[in-house]
Nanobody, 123 residues
Framework: VQLQASGGGLVQAGGSLRLACAASGVNLDYYTIGWFRQAPGKDREGVSCISSNGRTLDYADSVKGRFTISRDDAKNAGWLQMNSLKPEDTAVYYC?????????????????WGQGTLVTVSS
């Protein structure tokens, strides 16, 4: 199983980025997709998740109204659209999947992780 996260980069505050998570070796139809981030010196935190059937979405309070998670099982991929970015969104972003199927942002419940993509938001 491999997850490839991409789409990170350097953006000014107020800008947008769209992260992608491409999966291979696993059929995402039955998996919850989660996005997490880890800033320097901080613990990894859950950002957003989407259940396996796509009906339940959840977001960290800090990103509600600015980030949107989506998935396309036909493409075996998921995305995180990030708008109105703030300097405090700067972190390495990881996608992960779990076969629990439910919407969860508990990193301990995720089975497979991508390598991370760096998002830097300048003020």
């Amino acid at each position: 199983v491999q997850l490839q996260a991409s789409g990170g980069g350097l953006v000014q505050a107020g800008g947008s980025l769209r992260l992608a998570c491409a999966a291979s070796g696993v059929n995402l139809d039955y998996y919850t997709i989660g996005w997490f981030r880890q800033a320097p010196g901080k613990d990894r935190e859950g950002v957003s998740c989407i259940s396996s059937n796509g009906r339940t979405l959840d977001y960290a309070d800090s990103v509600k109204g600015r980030f949107t998670i989506s998935r396309d099982d036909a493409k075996n991929a998921g995305w995180l659209q990030m708008n109105s970015l703030k300097p405090e969104d700067t972190a390495v972003y990881y996608c992960a999947v779990t076969n629990l199927g439910i919407a969860t942002m508990n990193p301990l419940e995720f089975d497979y992780w991508g390598q991370g993509t760096l998002v830097t938001v300048s003020s």
